[in-house]
């Protein structure tokens, strides 16, 4: 029974989340993100790039994309947690840190200039993908460029993130830059984020890894 009761809400805030999604499109606050990406790639290894500057300094920027343990405004008030090192584990969790949304590991760190990861969504099976932020100080602030690839066509990975990185990268590139949240990204937070606990899966203990002991 408390099963059934598990599934009824997914659907119903599955039908919701749609019915606002159409709503959004209709309205067009899904349209004229200002950090845009581009399909590159092939047919059968397609890749998304994100390329925008933001009028801040590449620290802060920096500090944007890697802080760990704080929830972030612009994705759902979700949390980063990670060991920040070559061949460290990482995550997003929901805000009570109660159920993973994405997981990988860190293939490459040279702060504040490139994080290298791979990356999986906790709710789809596709194999994981691998993303990419490099970041350059130009005149008046940074120069962002996300790639996100390794995708085995045109997953649903792929298809979900075609949509959710304009919309998280223009909500960080406003909060960077003004400190505060675009209206559209308050209007799907409230949409998206209350189902997120019914859509995903339960996020196990975040333990730290320890050091081996001195041989």
Known sequence: MRMLGRTWRRVIWV???VAGFAALLALGLFSGSVAGCERAGTEAAPELRCAFEVAAPRQEVWTAFVET???????????LQ??????GRWRFVTEDRGRLLAAGEIVELEPPARLEMTFAAADLEDAPSRLAVGLEAVDGGTRVEVTHGAFAGETATFRRFRRAHPLALSAMKSVLETGRLPLRARIYTAIFKPGMK?????AAPWEERRPAPPG
């Open 69 to 79: 343990e704080v929830p972030r405004s612009y994705y759902f008030d979700t949390v």
């Open 15 to 17: 039908t919701v989340a």
């Open 198 to 202: 019914w859509a995903t899966v339960r």
């Open 82 to 87: 990670a060991e920040l090192e070559a061949g």
